[in-house]
């Protein structure tokens, strides 16, 4: 569940977990119905309500434009070779990705927040 509304009416906010709740039988395949949800609040909700549910931060990563990017300009910067499939690694996303550090400041950034909610 997200929540990217302000809200400010108690009902509409117990409203809304409550739809987290609702039963689905075989969601993920037979016999496997679904036992948790997750909530994903990025307008101070839960503060607001004075709701302190444990949570868990999020990570972050490269999006897919900067991995390609980051590829690309592999690519460029390669000593010419005519290995093709040198080639096809030096371009592959997965590879780039794979191989660059996580990020320095990914846990300095303030991200959403999510809560796990038992049924």
């Avoid at 809200?7 to 036992?35: N, V």
């Avoid at 302190?52 to 490269?62: A, M």
């Avoid at 592999?74 to 070779?81: Q, S």
Wanted: hydrophobic share 35%.
């Amino acid at each position: 569940m997200v929540f990217f509304k302000v809200l400010r009416a108690e009902s509409k906010f117990w409203q809304m977990i409550g739809r987290g709740t609702r039963l689905c039988p075989d969601l993920y395949g037979p016999g496997e119905d679904k036992r948790n949800f997750y909530v994903f609040h990025l307008c101070g909700n839960l503060e607001f309500f004075s709701q302190d549910l444990p949570g868990t931060q999020g990570s972050l990563q490269k999006s897919l434009a900067e991995r390609l990017f980051e590829a690309r300009l592999g690519v460029l910067t390669a000593p010419p070779t005519s290995d093709v499939s040198a080639r096809v690694a030096a371009i592959s996303p997965t590879s780039a990705a794979a191989s660059s550090p996580t990020r320095a400041y990914s846990s300095t950034l303030p991200g959403p927040s999510t809560t796990e909610l038992p049924r």
